[in-house]
């Protein structure tokens, strides 16, 4: 996961402004190469979950109760906060479409 936030190095900072951002995302092989890093991403999070799940099922009766539901548990909620993550940087800024209409008619 750490591989595929360094693979967005020039996305635009939680300070940029809306013209940046929707600047960013019109540029076609930026923004296609921003959406493939968040797609590789998810894949990422199943993948981490799949490994939890087969650390889980290796130890068995071996490990406390408590620690298999602590570790499931918070791996899920981590999941649920890469997802929603995700979406929110893939998500297009709503106000994006009104800057180029505005450019259009400017």
């Known amino acids: 996961m750490v591989a595929?936030?360094?693979?967005?190095?020039?996305?635009?900072?939680?300070?940029?402004?809306?013209a940046?951002?929707?600047?960013?995302?019109?540029?076609?092989?930026?923004?296609?190469?921003?959406i493939v890093w968040l797609q590789v991403l998810v894949v990422a999070t199943i993948?981490?979950?799949w490994f939890v799940g087969?650390?889980?099922?290796?130890?068995g009766e071996r490990e406390p109760r408590v620690f298999g539901t602590v570790?499931?548990?918070t791996s899920i909620?981590?999941?649920?906060?890469v997802f929603v993550g995700t979406a929110l940087l893939?998500?297009?800024?709503?106000?994006?479409?009104?800057?180029?209409s505005e450019a259009a008619t400017a």
Do not use: K, M, N
């Open 4 to 18: 595929v936030a360094g693979g967005l190095p020039s996305a635009p900072g939680a300070g940029a402004s809306d």
């Open 71 to 73: 570790f499931l548990g």
């Open 47 to 49: 993948a981490f979950l």
């Open 90 to 100: 893939v998500r297009r800024p709503p106000h994006a479409f009104q800057l180029e």
């Open 54 to 59: 087969v650390i889980g099922g290796r130890l």
């Open 20 to 34: 940046e951002i929707a600047e960013y995302y019109s540029d076609s092989s930026v923004g296609t190469s921003a």
């Open 77 to 81: 909620l981590l999941a649920a906060v």
